[in-house]
């Protein structure tokens, strides 16, 4: 059974590296839209936490209603069997190997620490904090990898590959190019991505990882909220372990056990933890352990003590925590910075909404969608926003909007798309080279997309320093007819801050932060 889980761990880890290294333009226009949004459907976490936050049933309820009721029959074998991040974490466990310090039983009682995590962020969500994202074990993988180590493996990659190829040594290249052609037409991305926090992310998730080295997979023992979330589920499943009467109490299976579930006695053994593995029954030497089927009530097996205090508590702090994260400038008065990519919902609900996973950013053609850190505030962080100086808004795509697992950014068809405001540019004139040096200048104007241009040209004589007089030609923008893409502040020629550039006012999904209110706020 062992080697099947194995299999299966194997088969689901690929999956998903398959789907985060696809989700780019490639093939977007045919798998992606479906299957990039698998795991974070499946995931009954991110389900209940949209659902509290918004009410309203999210896309692909019946995926997690699955997974719920697959739970209900069988227990928590998702941390067993599919959990991505269950897997690097059993991998790295098993490479770090030792449990070096602290003794196992004093660690019995964080086990809890999970539960009281849980009711911390769904009673949050449930006050319109939707905080799960960051925290949701699927999220954080795609994010640690979208964001952080893709784009250091793919810089690694190149770079390596390239010096073998600037040794010009022939037998050597004769091997690597071919290999280096394969990793560029199925693994690389067709173009270095980089992002803003992805060192900080990686390292976070590096801390994670290296939680390993202090108890095996420490994130799934004492922190994972779905992992929480699940063994609730399981506590009424229809599985049951048994120890037979051979058994010599060699402890052998408590020890080896990944989650601590304490399988050296039926009694003793938890359900609410047990993933599933199998590792008890593959290494009693008296093969004295097995699992049965049996009716829930018949056997509930050893108990985390939650305490009923400590859950209030969590609870109470879920609620409490509200006003802080809510409370910024922001909330106040919109941020200029804040730039949504197109589609994306009116500021409050895409916070319910927005599970931080990354996906957004990861397929972005131009590289221009990043996380935030405080722009959003601290609600918001990590959530997606454009940094038009590094990159722009490509007018024809629509991929954020059709990847986004819980439609925070509307699915556009590409005429819609095209007339989705997401700010709008405005021309600084002590920088732009025609207003400010007098130099000819049409760059912006020969980048804008839009078809009737959003960028026109007026005439004006200036006086030069000799004195001369020159017709020259300053660019002026159409407000109305501008759409904020940024395509004209990726391009100016005045590079560090450019000439003209694009602030979120304006923005299409927003009532207030226009120029002219036409109606009034509530
Ligand atoms: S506890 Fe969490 S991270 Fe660990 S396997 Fe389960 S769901 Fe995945
Ligand atoms: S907006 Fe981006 S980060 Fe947020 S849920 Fe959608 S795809 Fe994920
Ligand atoms: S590209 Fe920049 S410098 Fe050139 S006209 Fe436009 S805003 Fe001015």
């Not at 916070?351 to 972005?364: A, P, S, T, W």
Request: hydrophobic residues 40%; charged residues 20%.
């Amino acid at each position: 059974m062992r080697w099947l889980r194995r299999v299966s761990q194997i088969f689901f880890i690929l999956f998903f590296l398959f789907l985060l290294i696809r989700t780019e333009d490639r093939i977007a226009a045919n798998i992606v839209p479906y299957l990039s949004k698998f795991f974070f459907q499946i995931d009954p976490l991110l389900s209940f936490a949209t659902l509290l936050a918004t009410w309203k049933i999210p896309e692909g309820i019946l995926s997690a209603l699955l997974l719920i009721i697959l739970t209900f029959i069988l227990g928590r074998f998702f941390c067993g069997w599919v959990c991505p991040l269950g897997t690097v974490h059993n991998a790295l466990s098993y490479i770090l190997k030792k449990e070096r310090w602290g003794e196992r039983r004093n660690w019995l009682k964080f086990q809890r620490g999970k539960y009281y995590l849980l009711v911390f962020f769904l009673l949050s969500a449930l006050f319109s904090l939707q905080l799960l994202g960051i925290v949701d074990p699927l999220s954080l993988l795609y994010r640690s990898i979208a964001l952080g180590i893709n784009p250091g493996f793919n810089s690694f990659t190149n770079s390596f590959f390239d010096s073998i190829y600037g040794t010009g040594l022939r037998p050597l290249t004769g091997i690597s190019e071919p290999i280096y052609s394969f990793l560029k037409g199925n693994i690389l991305s067709f173009k270095q991505p980089v992002f803003i926090q992805g060192l900080f992310i990686t390292l976070l998730f590096a801390g994670i990882a290296l939680l390993n080295l202090y108890r095996r997979r420490f994130w799934c023992r004492y922190l994972c909220p779905l992992g929480a979330l699940l063994g609730l589920f399981s506590k009424a499943s229809f599985t049951r372990l048994v120890v037979d009467e051979n058994c010599t109490s060699c402890m052998i299976c408590t020890n080896k056990c990944p989650a601590e579930a304490d399988p050296n006695s039926t009694e003793s053994w938890k359900k609410t933890e047990c993933y599933l593995c199998w590792n008890c029954v593959e290494v009693c030497p008296t093969g004295s352990i097995s699992f049965i089927p049996s009716p829930a009530r018949s056997h509930q097996g050893g108990i985390i003590d939650i305490k009923g205090r400590r859950m209030a508590i969590s609870a109470v702090a879920g609620a409490a925590t509200v006003p802080f994260f809510s409370f910024s400038i922001e909330s106040k008065r919109a941020n200029p910075d804040l730039i949504r990519p197109p589609g994306a919902l009116p500021e409050e609900e895409f916070l319910d909404k927005c599970i931080r996973c990354g996906e957004c950013m990861k397929v972005c053609l131009t590289n221009a969608i990043h996380p935030t850190f405080l722009q959003a505030g601290l609600e918001g962080l990590w959530t997606p926003y454009l940094v038009m100086r590094l990159a722009y808004c490509e007018y024809s795509c629509t991929l954020c909007g059709q990847v986004c697992p819980t439609q925070a950014i509307r699915r556009l068809p590409v005429n819609e798309k095209q007339k989705v405001k997401i700010g709008l540019a405005f021309i600084s004139r002590d920088r732009c080279l025609p207003y400010a040096e007098q130099k000819e200048c049409v760059v912006c104007e020969e980048h804008c997309p839009t078809p009737k241009k959003a960028i026109w040209f007026d005439e004006k004589e200036v006086t030069l320093m000799d004195g001369s007089r020159k017709i020259i030609k300053q660019p002026v923008v159409d407000l109305n007819l501008c759409i904020g893409c940024g395509i004209c502040e990726t391009k100016c020629p005045v590079s560090d801050r450019p000439a003209i550039y694009v602030q979120s006012i304006g923005e299409s999904r927003s009532k207030t932060n226009q120029i002219l209110l036409t109606e009034l706020p509530e």
